[in-house]
């Protein structure tokens, strides 16, 4: 099993649509996780941290479920700007974190 | 607040030339670290450092040198560039969290 999986997509979502992604990670040990927005050809920006039940901000919610071993992102009511690549992140030891290959999102008028 | 840079942005270089890739951060965060991101692979770990002098490698550590003589600076060589290293260039930081923070990128072809 890989460390880090996400279905790569894409996601394709009208506006105003709901949209969920899941993360699937592997070392159980692990306490904290992350979610981070990556836009077309540019650097990755950190978007949500999950540390323990789940974490809400605004429009997204990130959600943990430690017995599967996976991590959620869900957006609602989706705008054209939420249009990305949004990549789920595990950190390991020595703050090296482990990046999945990122799940692609595009939102259509 | 500069926050972290990369430079070059874009660069075009031949095969078997030293490319020097240039990553500043003005935070003084303690871990620096250096990426490629590939089609198909995500972003893949190349060498990364936990202060300054102090440097490891990744995933991917072949074909690249690093050093880290200041603790804002943390350069990326490649001593003799080849094509499968045609890529995006991401330098990252932090400070002992787990949040890393990116630079812009470079955007390295290897003709």
């Known amino acids: 099993r890989k460390e880090v999986e996400q279905d790569p997509g894409p996601f394709n979502v009208p506006e105003g649509a709901t949209v969920a992604f899941n993360c699937t990670y592997s070392n159980s040990a692990s306490q904290s996780f992350f979610w981070y927005r990556q836009d077309c050809r540019k650097e990755p920006k950190l978007l949500m941290s999950?540390?323990?039940s789940g974490n809400e901000d605004g429009r997204f919610t990130a959600q943990l479920n430690r017995a599967s071993q996976y991590i959620s992102l869900l957006i609602r009511d989706s705008k054209l700007s939420d249009s990305a690549t949004y990549l789920c992140?595990?950190?390991?030891?020595?703050?090296?974190?482990?990046f999945g290959r990122g799940t692609s999102l595009i939102v259509h008028p | 607040d500069a926050g972290i840079t990369q430079s070059p942005r874009y660069k075009i270089t031949e095969t078997g030339r030293q490319v020097t890739l240039m990553c500043h951060q003005t935070?003084?965060?303690?871990?620096m670290f250096w990426y490629r991101q590939d089609l198909g692979h995500g972003l893949r770990l190349i060498y990364y450092?936990?202060?300054?002098?102090?440097?490891d490698k990744g995933e991917v550590p072949d074909g690249y040198v690093v050093s880290r003589s200041k603790t804002e600076n943390f350069p990326l060589t490649l001593e003799s560039a080849t094509r499968s290293q045609t890529s995006v260039y991401f330098c990252?930081?932090?400070?002992?969290?787990?949040?890393?923070?990116f630079g812009p990128g470079t955007r390295l072809t290897v003709l």
């Open positions: 990252a930081s932090t400070e002992e969290t787990n949040t890393q923070y």
């Open positions: 999950v540390y323990s």
């Open positions: 992140v595990v950190p390991g030891g020595s703050y090296i974190p482990t």
């Open positions: 450092s936990a202060a300054a002098d102090i440097t």
């Open positions: 935070w003084s965060h303690s871990y």
